[in-house]
């Protein structure tokens, strides 16, 4: 997990690369599942969860199947995720049902336009609610626009949502929505834009009225986006998986490790966390820590 080739492995502890390969395979099943840990020792979340999909390779599958998680926003711990062949409805469900046997309630999901989300939210969790990521609803206008340095038919449009979504106060919002909608200006395929936004306004804009009540709520997904990198990266040198089974060991393993390793480069509003790591943030105090894990 640290990035260290099997032949490096082998060469540094003088056995061979299969040695060292089963030798990984049986630490990794050893680890308590990861949810398990949250159940456990976990009792200091926030209210506001990021969740989003990476996509891995598993041998014998057509296509790449989505591993899914959250990462509490306050602590930027992990409670839970799952590998799932699609991000569908059911994926979401069986998500937040580990949420909440972990004991994990949250009270606003950060995500991008996962369709399938809002419905599994409101059978598991009837009372939480959706922030939109403002930057996958920009860039899906961008790409649905076709706008680029060659043609900048819609950029004055573009400059406008931008400019919509990052104003504060619902009545300034409002006002320039509609001065947008009834201007002469509004071209072929703008419409259906605005009318999106319209229809999606409560989950754009809920992080407004969750921040005046003293809860800290993104307006993105950045976080998540931000530990997608670093799961990519890793599986640069792994490139796929030999079974689903391999593979949730590795997911389960990484989820663990992200969670006891100490943040070293956090930025200005999270920088109380640098030389600490997650699991210290969210972890009940008054429990030992978990001797596997040392």
């Not at 409670?79 to 580990?98: K, S, T, Y």
């Not at 994990?104 to 991008?112: G, H, R």
């Not at 990266?233 to 089974?245: H, L, N």
Request: charged share 25%; net charge positive.
């Amino acid at each position: 997990m640290a990035g260290d080739s099997l032949r490096g492995l082998a060469e540094r502890h003088d056995l061979t690369s299969g040695a060292i390969a089963k030798r990984l395979k049986r630490e990794l099943a050893a680890l308590p599942r990861n949810e398990e840990i949250t159940k456990q020792y976990c009792t200091r979340f926030g209210d506001v969860i990021c969740v989003d999909g990476v996509y891995v390779l598993v041998k014998g599958l057509a296509k790449k199947i989505p591993f899914i998680y959250g990462i509490d926003y306050p602590t930027h711990d992990i409670p839970a995720g799952i590998l799932d062949f699609a991000e569908n409805e059911a994926a979401f469900v069986r998500l937040f049902l580990m949420w909440r046997d972990a004991g994990y309630q949250p009270t606003i999901v950060v995500a991008d336009e996962a369709p399938a989300l809002p419905g599994a939210l409101c059978k598991v969790f009837p009372d939480a609610r959706v922030q939109l990521c403002h930057v996958h609803i920009l860039r899906n206008i961008r790409e649905t626009l076709s706008i680029s340095r060659r043609d900048e038919t819609h950029l004055p449009f573009f400059r406008s949502m931008q400019k919509l979504l990052a104003m504060r106060g619902e009545e300034n919002r409002r006002t320039f929505f509609q001065t947008m909608a009834l201007s002469q200006t509004v071209r072929d395929g703008e419409w259906e834009i605005l009318k999106s936004i319209r229809s999606q306004w409560d989950d754009l804009f809920r992080y407004e009225s969750i921040q005046k009540q003293g809860i800290s709520c993104p307006t993105t997904n950045n976080l998540i986006e931000g530990y997608n990198h670093h799961f990519k990266d890793r599986m640069r040198g792994i490139k796929g998986f030999e079974s689903i089974a391999s593979a949730e060991r590795f997911l389960n393993a990484w989820m663990i490790k992200r969670r006891i390793q100490p943040f070293r480069d956090c930025g200005e509003r999270f920088k109380h966390l640098n030389g600490k790591s997650s699991f210290d943030q969210s972890r009940n105090p008054e429990l030992p820590y978990p001797d596997i894990l040392l």
